[in-house]
């Protein structure tokens, strides 16, 4: 089975401008994470779907970044504008998030940010 | 508030060696999830071993194994019969409930295998 796609891998962009990331999980998984990783540092939750709606975005930058998930299938990341302290990992997550969810997390290959 | 402690930053192992990476947790929940994940230099986070914790048993898979001790709130990982290929980051995350919910991350150890 084809595992969790990101897209783009690499993205270098100047302060202040935007980016936006794309995510299309496992097929059939309903439950959806991003993640956001700094370097040296483990991931950490940036918000969490469930189909189409978010489970979990506290420690979302709301005023700078957001995310959606329109069909309860891809979801796409946008940051706007970027700072220099964006500059991370983003990994997308997949699970089927069942009731009793003992399941991992399959996590896609990032895209690698650099804000300049 | 969960919290995961991984006091290694970097370990060394030499090939064919076992190795123990440790890893503390705190939380109030009764019920939880514990997970190991290896993070090659690639950057892909790779799913290792789990362990619930109502699971009387230290999980085992192939050469991973953990060491649960839930008095002490830690879940070691130990990896034997060290290879090269092992040489990567090594995440200890953990979840609350029993649901789908987000794992939060220990802040890594970094295992280096030596020929």
């Known amino acids: 089975e084809a595992g969790v796609a990101q897209s783009p891998r690499y993205k270098i962009i100047e302060k202040r401008q935007s980016v936006a990331f794309w995510c299309n999980p496992i097929?059939?998984?309903?439950?959806l994470y991003w993640y956001q990783q700094i370097l040296g540092q483990g991931p950490k939750l940036l918000i969490q779907?469930?189909?189409?709606?978010?489970?979990?975005d506290s420690q979302l930058p709301k005023d700078r970044f957001s995310a959606e998930r329109l069909k309860g299938v891809d979801s796409t990341l946008k940051i706007q504008p970027a700072k220099l302290e964006d500059s991370a990992v983003y990994l997308c997550?997949?699970?089927?998030?069942?009731?009793?969810?003992?399941?991992?997390?399959?996590f896609g290959p990032g895209t690698r940010l650099t804000v300049t | 508030a969960q919290k995961i402690t991984q006091t290694q930053p970097g370990m060394f192992v030499q090939e064919k060696e076992a190795v123990t990476l440790d890893c503390t947790y705190d939380?109030?929940?009764?019920?939880?999830?514990l997970f190991w994940y290896k993070q090659p230099s690639s950057g892909e986070m790779i799913f290792l071993i789990y362990?619930?914790?109502?699971?009387?048993q230290n999980a085992t898979e192939g050469r991973y194994s953990l060491n649960f001790q839930k008095a002490r709130k830690s879940a070691n990982l130990v990896i034997s019969a060290s290879q090269l290929g092992d040489s990567a980051m090594y995440f200890c995350?953990?979840?609350?409930?029993?649901?789908?919910?987000?794992?939060?991350f220990g802040q890594g150890t970094e295992l280096s295998v030596k020929p």
């Open positions: 997550a997949s699970s089927s998030g069942g009731p009793r969810d003992s399941y991992e997390q399959y």
């Open positions: 097929s059939g998984h309903a439950t």
């Open positions: 779907f469930q189909n189409n709606g978010v489970v979990d």
């Open positions: 939380t109030s929940d009764q019920s939880y999830g």
């Open positions: 362990q619930g914790s109502y699971d009387e």
């Open positions: 995350a953990m979840r609350e409930g029993s649901g789908g919910g987000k794992l939060i």
